[in-house]
């Protein structure tokens, strides 16, 4: 993600070239400089321990034991039960159908979400200098706004008697499904409001990505008679391959944990047909399963490494 | 990438994109003013007929001015402590050196892509047993500490010049003092990015307020929206497009004001 050296960058005194009272200067400075870096980290650091780090490591504590909600008060008291917990999970039905919706939104998701990001990119670069401005603007508005307002929103839009999606479609006969209430059309209807709400990031990031692109280079492939669609895979697609895969690594990073949309939209119905991984461990904390919810959870935290790491090859190796 | 032959044809496809991106705002908006009889009809009315504010009439019956007031207060908090931790930590890991620095940095860079589907169980736990289940500072305590802030800041600074704090010390200046006196005021741009990122994150955040709140008295816009959505008013659309209004208007406003900022922070998140 970043191109700065991890390591903090800084030179430091020199060690040994001054004289002895020099030396001990250095030293009390040194001293101070170390006692002043505690004292500015330290409040970052302690509630970083207490509220995420920890967190993260009984999280996974959690899930290797028969915790419950009559548990929470002496969360240590509990019995380890090993790999039951994701054993629960995996031989839960319904728990293989939300892995299973998550994989769907993020495989048709996250290309939906590039093509259009890249393409408002694109064509915002396409020598479009008045409103420029103003379409981004407009393209990026959708990212700004509460995916629970969103959702209230678009499932106004998808009624399917009197809703703008259906209506608009009667004007040319097509006569549209009930979007939200049928299996076959439920799922793709959030992929689709998802691809609506998101795809304004990736432009942006495209958008900051094309200033890589050598311009030259696509002069002198247009004089060599390249057509667009050759230039842009033979010099543009090359040149934002990092950016490509930033806005890859961080769209799926958020569509394996999708769960507004569902929540708000359809309660994971129609039988199941919307459920997503992080709304199903949702519901099994709500009925007091912590244990089972851990692993649910770190399951899917695990998944999202496997992507990761599957990208980050993948982009590479090329 | 510049072809100048065919711009009219760009801009037609860019409108006709934008027109398809912006129309469920639209469509919000107008019906947030429409009767519950006009929001029924078959097939639907384009402009309202007799546009009125019973919706929104309605939508303040119900404590949603307290809802507003707790979103905010939270959005704040969350953003001031932010800006305020982790610049400190920030400028500590550019330009200072002290025990634990890089193994510090590494673990809160390791915890930059933790869902928080992984640690909202634990941190609920911990809450009760603080006693602070169903209260504001529960809504704020977790998010005060974020590592993408801290990345942040840390590079913000890195690109601020080192004799800054030579040229202090050689004033005699403590070094504490350095960064508060001489840093932070330097730190304008970073801040306005940050803050802003931070409070559209803690405003429009759903899952932890969702977890955590119980009550009327903590309720978060997006959670009591997303409430009364699923329960039995889930069919009274004016209600709801009203409270869809009140929950993206402000952020819509801001982000009016402020979009440079947005834009630019979201680019500088990815391409740095």
């Known amino acids: ?318 | 990438m510049i072809d100048r032959r065919r711009p009219v044809l760009t801009y037609i496809v860019l409108t006709a994109f934008l027109l398809l991106v912006i129309t469920p705002f639209v469509w919000m908006l107008l019906g947030s003013v429409k009767t519950q009889g006009e929001l029924l009809r078959v097939p639907p009315t384009w402009l309202p007929e007799n546009p009125t504010w019973d919706n929104f009439r309605r939508l303040f019956d119900r404590p949603f001015g307290r809802y507003f007031q707790n979103s905010a207060v939270v959005a704040i908090a969350v953003t001031v402590g932010n800006l305020f931790f982790s610049s400190m930590f920030g400028y500590a890991l550019a330009h200072l050196r002290f025990p634990f620095q890089r193994v510090l940095f590494l673990l809160v860079l390791g915890c930059l892509m933790i869902p928080g589907l992984v640690t909202f169980i634990p941190q609920y736990v911990l809450v009760v047993n603080l006693g602070l289940a169903n209260t504001i500072p529960a809504l704020i305590l977790p998010f005060l500490v974020q590592p993408f802030s801290v990345f942040l800041m840390r590079q913000f600074f890195l690109g601020l010049p080192r004799e800054l704090l030579e040229a202090g010390r050689i004033d005699g200046v403590g070094e504490i003092a350095i960064f508060f006196r001489i840093y932070l005021p330097l730190a304008g741009p970073a801040f306005a990015t940050l803050g802003i990122l931070t409070f559209l994150g803690s405003w429009n955040n759903f899952l932890w307020p969702l977890v955590v709140s119980s009550s009327e008295s903590t309720y978060t816009l997006p959670v009591a929206l997303a409430l009364i959505s699923t329960g039995q008013n889930q069919t009274d659309y004016g209600l709801l497009l009203a409270g869809a209004t009140l929950v993206v208007l402000p952020i819509l406003v801001v982000f009016l004001f402020f979009q440079r900022y947005f834009i630019q922070g979201i680019a500088a998140s990815g391409i740095k």
């Open chain 1, 1 to 318: 993600m970043s191109a700065a050296p991890l390591a903090a960058s800084g030179t430091g005194p020199s060690p040994g070239t001054g004289a002895g009272s020099g030396r001990r200067r250095r030293g009390r400075r040194a001293a101070a400089e170390a006692r002043a870096g505690i004292l500015l980290s330290l409040p970052f650091v302690v509630l970083f321990t207490v509220f995420i780090a920890w967190p993260v490591l009984q999280s996974m504590f959690m899930s290797f034991t028969d915790m419950r909600i009559s548990d929470i008060r002496s969360p240590f008291s509990v019995d380890f039960v090993g790999l039951d917990n994701y054993a629960t999970a995996f031989g839960d039905p319904v728990f293989r159908r939300a892995a299973i919706n998550t994989g769907v939104f993020v495989l048709i998701g996250v290309p939906l979400t590039i093509v259009a990001g890249l393409a408002a990119a694109l064509g915002l670069n396409q020598g479009v200098n008045r409103l420029r401005g103003l379409f981004r603007m407009g393209f990026y508005t959708p990212v700004v706004t509460s995916i629970v307002a969103v959702a209230v929103i678009w499932r106004f839009l998808l009624r399917p008697d009197n809703g703008l999606v259906n209506t608009v479609l009667g004007w040319v006969g097509i006569d549209g499904p009930n979007w939200l209430g049928d299996e076959r059309t439920a799922l793709l209807s959030l992929i689709v409001m998802a691809v609506w709400r998101n795809f304004g990031t990736s432009m942006v990031i495209f958008l900051a990505g094309l200033q890589a692109v050598d311009r030259g280079l696509h002069e002198a492939a247009a004089l060599d008679g390249a057509t667009s669609w050759q230039r842009f895979l033979h010099v543009t697609l090359p040149a934002i391959r990092p950016t490509m895969l930033f806005v890859m690594v961080t769209t799926s990073i958020g569509y394996l944990q999708f769960f507004e949309e569902p929540f708000v939209m359809t309660q994971g119905g129609p039988l199941n047909a919307t459920i997503s991984a992080s709304m199903y461990t949702y519901n099994q904390f709500g009925f007091g399963n912590y244990g089972v919810a851990g692993a649910m959870a770190y399951l899917t935290f695990i998944v999202i490494g496997i992507v990761t790491l599957a990208q980050f090859r993948l982009m590479r190796e090329k």
